[in-house]
């Protein structure tokens, strides 16, 4: 078998189990939206939607955290440095960050509900699920750490098989105590916060194997190393909490579009979109080791063999998903709508079509991030992400929304996209010349 064989037949291999542990991820969010939308309704999904960019903010920490430890775990180990204290530094630094979260989800759930735009019958769906998973914060970041780290230390069928144990745990809990036992959204907070529980457990089985390389050595948390780590993070951060700074911005504006209903709708297509970004976040978080291992070791050609890959793969799938969702838009709503409202169907299948466009160019932007990451152009991944994550898509929202109304929020997503993309080909450019090592 040749090297170039080698390599395709490895990224496969990761990006595969990759796709289908994110996908495990995304799944108990939209297990959590099908459940909620046959207990609690349109309410229930407007609660749940004005609430994701909470979620979004912690798992955003949790991927800083776990993408800039595991990265600089990964690139420090093969140059000889000493690497070993990274993986304490993430946990101990995800126990810190978690307690402002557990603080305002015993004093302020409710509160929170209705910064975010709840209105009081929303605030009383919406702030047992909120008050719940802000108490399992810790969780959420320590799960999320705990997965890089194994999955960067050559083992991603335990990463992809602990995902999907929670995962499958998450949903079947989701039914048993939403229904059997009556308890409502409270009943699907504790399904989802229990869940990455169940990931650790599985993924802690790593360090029983003989090819375990990982290591606990504590060292006392210091806001340098906690920079170090956040310099190659940040993409991950922004990339997390991209999803939650479109959620939160649309939702404002389509409240004062559509009212109640139509955050309903968005709540229908922004969990779907979930599982969408999960997939690409598969390909970018699949191919990452490759990409800092071959960096490491100065193998130029083969860190532009898994990018191309990654990008011909991503766009693949891209295009492959907006014809699904051109086609089968109609009854994907009709999951989620159980009361068969039909200004929601309405409106979530013109979203579900319009706002899938976009996919085309965040396949690209997501790998493309996923390469600048590994191989530590922190400057240029900080700088797409922002663009994608924070000021395209807000920019874009507020522009096209005063325009052309609920047609222009849709596609508000696409044109954000289509501007990244632009700037991601830039950088790619730019850093395969300048970044990429050569051998002495």
Known sequence: MNKHSTVRKQFFRYVSQNILGMIGVSAYILADTFFIAQAQGADGIAALNLVLPVYSLIFALGAMLATGAATRFALERHEGKHADGYLAEALTWAGILSVPFILLGIFSAEGIVRLLGGEPDIVTVGAPYTRIFLLFTPFFMCNYILRSFVLNDGDPSLAMTATMASSLFNIVMDWVLMFPLGMG??????????????????????????????????????????????????????????????????????????GSIGVAAYGVVANVAIVATAIFSGISQGSQ???????????????????????????????????????????????????????????????????????????????????????????????????????????????????FGMTGVWLAFCAAETITAGVMAVAMKKTAIVTIPRKN
């Open 289 to 403: 080791p490759l990409l800092s291992d071959a960096y490491s070791r100065g193998e130029t050609g083969q860190v532009r063999q898994v990018l191309m890959m990654s990008i011909l793969t991503a766009l693949t799938l891209s295009v492959l998903m907006i014809v699904c969702f051109e086609v089968f838009a109609e009854p994907l709503v009709a999951v989620f709508n159980s009361e068969h409202d039909p200004v929601m169907a309405d409106l979530a299948c013109q979203g579900m079509r319009l706002y899938f466009l976009g996919y085309l160019f965040a396949g690209f932007n997501i790998a493309g991030t996923g390469y600048l990451s590994a191989v530590g152009a922190a400057k240029w991944a900080m700088i797409t992400s922002i663009l994608r994550g924070v000021a395209a898509i807000v920019l874009c929202a507020l522009v096209m929304a005063a325009l």
């Open 185 to 258: 959204m409270a009943g699907a907070a504790l399904a989802t916060a229990a869940s990455p529980i169940v990931g650790m457990g599985i993924n802690a089985l790593h360090f029983r194997k003989k090819t375990n390389t990982l290591c606990f050595r504590w060292h006392k948390p210091t806001f340098k190393l906690l920079a170090h780590v956040s310099a190659v993070g940040v993409s991950g951060f922004i990339g997390e909490i991209a999803g939650g700074m479109t959620t939160m911005v649309l939702n404002f504006l389509i409240l004062g579009l559509s």
